[in-house]
């Protein structure tokens, strides 16, 4: 992606509802967010905070806040949701992807709902944009590991209508989200049976050639 992609997608800014009706502005993260992060944040309850961070979390560190909203939307994409506007604006979701390997086509994708807004479609509405998103960059496959008694946030993964797979260890699912569109994993499909058959005829091709040497070649 260009830096004038990542430019125009770190001003990424439109209106949108929860399945209640609530208005609220679906944008990228800003720098500036940190205080409206860090408010959010102390609104969760401890669930919350274990389903997100696996692990008690009193307060995010300033330099957790400046890694959270200081990214480069390139591998690291952040959006969140809001109501109000100017100084009464508030934070009330986030959803981000990182990729796994920089510049690659798997991306970790994770999301924080304030408690209050939970249940609404918050999650929902995020992935959907996120998805959009990083279709455009070429990432292809969404992961996330979420812990199996965090049921909403299954159910969202499994309502998406991606193409999904799951695995459970020791509490936590390991969740799969296929990103391509039908058509494309189709030719994605139709140009991996090609070159498999391009490379069975030429083993094939090579094969003979040996066996009609060793023929002209071999004594009497």
């Known amino acids: ?36 992060l860090r408010v959010g944040f102390a609104r969760l309850s401890a669930r919350s905070v274990h389903q997100r961070f696996f692990h008690p979390v009193n307060e995010l560190t300033a330099d957790e806040l400046r890694r959270l909203t200081e990214i480069d939307f390139r591998d690291h994409v952040g959006i969140v949701l809001t109501v109000g506007a100017g100084s009464d604006e508030r ?13 690659g086509d ?39 590991l979420v812990l199996d008694d965090n049921r909403q946030m299954l159910e969202v993964f499994r309502r998406s209508k991606l193409p999904l797979r799951e695995s459970l260890v020791d509490g936590v699912r390991h969740v799969v989200l296929n990103l391509d569109l039908p058509e494309l994993a189709r030719v994605r499909r139709r140009v991996r049976s090609f070159d498999l058959r391009n490379a069975i005829k030429k083993q094939w091709r090579r094969f003979s050639d040996d066996s009609t040497r060793d023929r002209r070649y071999a004594r009497p």
């Open 1 to 36: 992606m260009s830096v004038d992609g990542d430019c125009c997608l770190a001003g990424f800014r439109s209106a949108g509802a929860l399945r209640d009706g609530t208005a609220v502005c679906v944008r990228a993260i800003q720098p500036d967010d940190k205080e409206r």
């Open 106 to 144: 798997v991306a970790e994708v994770a999301f924080t709902v304030r408690d209050d807004y939970q249940h609404r479609g918050a999650a929902t509405l995020l992935l959907r944009e996120l998805v959009a998103i990083a279709r455009e960059r070429g990432v292809r496959k969404f992961v996330a």
């Open 91 to 103: 934070l009330i979701a986030d959803g981000r992807y990182v990729r796994v390997v920089s510049g």
